[in-house]
């Protein structure tokens, strides 16, 4: 049997059909390939470095095509601002240089991301006939955008040294795991870990495959199939569901997000840990909170502290009274929701939470002293859970006009007598929702309970458990691919 070899070189070439992500195919085989080649080198220092930034390129290049020169320009502007900034000697030359840094990254981010969304506004405002652009929105720019950012304003504030090597700050800015979706890591904690010696143990080891493993199931076995099966269905045209379909694709939805999102967090983070580097956990099981401040500590953890950090506090955070606190908060959602993208569903989406996050701190400050009642938590968890619901109805929506179609199938089209007939359609759906919210709402000391009984297994033995799972997950991987959410963002 012949091999076409023009085909299987061709499977090492960008497509833009088909990038590159963990859980295509390909994924699997680079994996393979850079962690023999990892384990060949990792105790060499420099030669180390080169390989992850060729390989984590590589992994670019096949995610995104020419965009991968993006973040080579990208790591050699703030490299160089950075270090200017730091060499500077007067507070003025500082303060424009950080001003051209983010300028640069924001005007290449907001050309990208915005240009159309203002083309529209202006064409709406001004009676005008400006064509849209046909732009493709660069895979993972939003994320290393953040992280340029904060490198360069933590060098203007003087809490972290820039590096003097260019491929250190390329490593950083280019490490393949977290590239495309995050987590947004800080240079303060990631770039200390670059030149250190790679030390494992059988801990390190075991947590990497269980986060690998979990994240996997998380966004192909849950989230895809939910998405797929009903999800894309309801969402593409509310109008034509009842009640009962748009409310339970709601429910569907906030779990797909949730497992899509945080499954690719983990696997980034369990990948990190097999090459010794330690990422701060995305998501901690965010709907089992019981206030919205408390889900945002928990949801996309990595975006809400640096939202805290480089917008909230800036703006005077809590330092300028009560008034200004909540308009603080309110400012900073609605930039978090336009960060998500150029609709306005996105910044009525940041402004919903702005104002539940501007209430709660009202609340608190009013009632510092309220007696807390144990068993009220799960009424507040509750509760909580269906207005982050409500808002999943604008941030999922295309439009305004979905979304409050779908909002008027739930209150006006609800017939519970139909459960027996939306039963039969969806039983499997049903027990997949299922299944994610159980896994969701298990105690979060489960997971570290069972990374440490798995850690002193016999390798042949966790070898053989982490292979049938990933059968099993090959297995129940739906047919069509599914683009992971955060991808467009």
Request: glycine share 6%; hydrophobic share 50%.
């Amino acid at each position: 049997m012949s091999i076409d070899w023009n085909s299987f070189l061709n499977q090492f070439l960008y497509d833009k059909s088909d990038p590159l992500l963990f859980n295509s195919s390909f994924f699997l085989f680079f994996l393979l390939a850079f962690m023999a080649v990892y384990r060949l080198l990792y105790r060499t220092g420099t030669l180390r470095i080169v390989a992850v930034i060729l390989f984590s390129l590589y992994f670019f290049y096949k995610a995104s095509g020419i965009y991968v020169l993006l973040v080579l320009l990208a790591a050699v502007v703030d490299f160089n601002l950075s270090n200017l900034i730091y060499k500077s000697k007067t507070k003025s030359q500082k303060t424009a240089l950080l001003v051209f840094s983010i300028v640069i990254n924001l005007g290449l981010l907001s050309y990208f991301k915005y240009t159309n969304l203002l083309i529209d506004l202006f064409n709406s405002i001004a009676d005008g006939s400006v064509q849209p652009i046909d732009l493709y929105l660069p895979i993972g720019i939003s994320f290393y955008t953040f992280e340029n950012l904060s490198y360069t304003i933590d060098v203007y504030r003087g809490t972290f040294v820039p590096v003097r090597r260019f491929i250190d700050y390329l490593f950083f800015l280019s490490f393949f795991p977290k590239l495309m979706m995050g987590p947004i890591v800080r240079a303060a904690d990631f770039i200390p870990q670059i030149r250190k010696q790679v030390v494992l143990n059988a801990y390190d080891v075991t947590k990497g495959l269980f986060l690998i493993i979990t994240g996997l199931f998380k966004k192909v076995v849950i989230s895809d199939y939910l998405y797929l099966n009903l999800v894309q269905y309801v969402f593409d045209d509310p109008s034509r569901h009842t009640g009962l379909e748009c409310l339970f694709a709601v429910y569907a939805y906030a779990m797909v997000i949730y497992c899509d999102f945080s499954g690719y967090s983990d696997m980034a983070i369990g990948i990190a840990k097999w090459m010794g580097i330690d990422i701060n956990i995305n998501f901690l099981a965010p709907y089992q909170s019981a206030s919205i401040t408390e889900f945002w500590r928990r949801w996309h953890i990595s975006l809400s502290s640096w939202l805290r950090d480089y917008l909230y506090i800036p703006l005077g955070g809590n330092r300028k009274g009560h008034f200004r606190t909540y308009i603080n908060l309110l400012i900073t959602m609605l930039l978090g929701g336009l960060w998500h993208g150029a609709s306005l569903n996105f910044v009525a989406w940041g402004g919903m939470h702005g104002l539940a996050l501007a209430f709660h701190k009202l609340w608190m400050e009013s009632f510092p002293k309220q007696r807390v009642v144990h068993w009220l938590r799960p009424v507040k968890v509750f509760i909580v859970f269906h207005f982050v619901c409500f808002c999943w109805i604008f941030f999922k929506c295309a439009t305004f006009s979905d979304s409050f179609n779908m909002i008027h199938q739930i209150v006006f089209d609800f017939y519970p007598e139909g459960w027996a007939l939306f039963y039969a359609n969806y039983a499997s759906v049903l027990g997949v929702m299922l299944l994610g919210y159980i896994l969701h709402f298990i105690p979060l000391k489960t997971d570290e309970m069972i990374i440490q009984k798995t850690t002193s297994m016999h390798w042949i033995a966790k070898a053989s458990f982490a292979s049938a799972i990933i059968i099993i997950i090959i297995f129940l991987k739906q047919a069509a691919p599914v683009m992971p959410v955060y991808l467009q963002f």
